[in-house]
């Protein structure tokens, strides 16, 4: 049993490899893309919001579709969904209904592909073992991300859209094929939305939600870069591959060290927050400094919650689970993306804000009791 899960592992990890490098030769570029396309910052994360509206509405049809079909025909619906995406990108008309149309192949190309992701992602994660496991995934996720955000800044100033989107649908088919052989368990579970976010415990909820702001942050500093320090994609592909050498330095001896750590979320919140701050108000060395910090807080965030949300997969049906995940993921950054565009014009204050709520969750997420007892959570319902 163990050569095949290690051998089931090693298919995972070139899918992980091989897709991550397809889709972020362009996907991360994107909110970019739009903005040198002539859109406003404020349209940009318009284009956000409709990603996770859409989100929010699609994810409970695509978790469907997956626990009657199989994931891995989701995967494959997902090469369809992509190349449709990357045809839409490539239009650039300057109107609300094209970041509409966008957002909404985007929505179904992201959905389709993680939903079957994180199905076979749970399924190879070692239950004895899983901050080991989870980080030897990470590291290829990490390469595959930082290869691809260098290389396509560098060909999108040089060959423009159109190529990398070409290059990156060619290598999107061939992470695919790393599923065949995959096992894939049947299990037609009931979908129960109402009960699971009964059982699963709210502090889970929180620090999920809690760590959809750091994503809303990452795509503004990336927005931020580009528009205040220098408009070139390989400056930003550059940055990431700075924070990419960071993550995957740390992430292996991370993962292995937390086992034994149960406090480093808290400790990782809080430096990530200082790394923010000075990449926003600094410049030259310290900013380099600050972008290479990050990959390191990134990853004690990461691998910290992920080693929670994968102890509570393990207790919870995959179909329930990752719909509650899916879920707040999206309703969580449609809550504080929807506000910010009604009534915050300047973008810098946006920002500001973001950190803001960032810095409250951080206090709050030091009041309320740690992550340590699901079984008695799940016990009492």
């Known amino acids: 049993m163990e050569n095949i899960i290690d051998k089931f592992q090693k298919k995972f990890n070139g899918f992980v490899l091989f897709s991550t490098l397809s889709k972020n030769l362009i996907e991360v570029f994107i909110p970019l893309l739009l903005y040198k396309f002539g859109f406003s910052v404020k349209e940009v994360i318009l284009y956000y919001l409709f990603v996770n509206v859409f989100g929010t509405f699609l994810v409970y049809l695509f978790v469907t579709l997956g626990n009657k079909f199989g994931y891995k025909k989701l995967a494959y619906l997902s090469i369809f969904n992509f190349a449709l995406m990357q045809i839409v990108l490539n239009f650039k008309v300057h109107t609300v209904w094209y970041l509409v149309l966008l957002a909404l192949v985007y929505t179904l190309y992201f959905r389709t592909y993680w939903i079957s992701r994180r199905y076979f992602n749970l399924h190879v994660v070692k239950k004895d073992n899983i901050a080991k496991t989870y980080s030897i995934i990470s590291i290829f996720n990490q390469l595959g991300t930082m290869t691809a955000t260098f290389i396509g800044g560098l060909l999108l100033d040089t060959l423009g859209n159109m190529i990398v989107s070409i290059i990156s649908i060619i290598i999107f088919v061939i992470s695919v094929i790393f599923l065949n052989g995959m096992e894939e368990k049947f299990n037609r579970n009931k979908i129960e939305v109402i009960k699971t976010f009964k059982i699963i415990p709210k502090r889970d ?25 220098k408009n070139s994609f390989q400056l930003v592909g550059a940055l990431n591959l700075l924070t990419g050498i960071a993550t995957i330095i740390f992430t292996y001896l991370y993962g292995k060290f937390i086992n034994k750590e149960r406090n480093f979320l808290k400790l990782s919140f809080v430096i990530m927050l200082l790394i923010l701050c000075l990449e926003i108000n600094t410049t030259g060395i310290i900013f380099a400094i600050a972008i290479f910090l990050e990959g390191f807080a990134k990853k004690m965030i990461d691998v910290s919650i992920n080693k929670e949300v ?68 799940i016990k009492k319902d």
């Open 205 to 229: 909820t929180y620090i999920i939600a809690c760590y959809e702001l750091l994503n809303i942050l990452y795509f503004f500093i990336a927005l931020y870069i580009y528009i205040y320090i």
């Open 310 to 377: 994968y102890k509570l997969s393990k207790k919870i049906d995959y179909e329930n689970y990752n719909l509650y995940y899916e879920l707040v993921e999206h309703i969580s950054k449609v809550i504080v993306l929807l506000p910010l565009l009604l009534f915050i014009n300047n973008f810098k204050v946006m920002i500001y804000l973001v950190l803001t709520l960032f810095v409250s969750a951080i206090i709050f997420n030091f009041i309320i009791p740690d992550i340590d007892d699901y079984n008695n959570d």
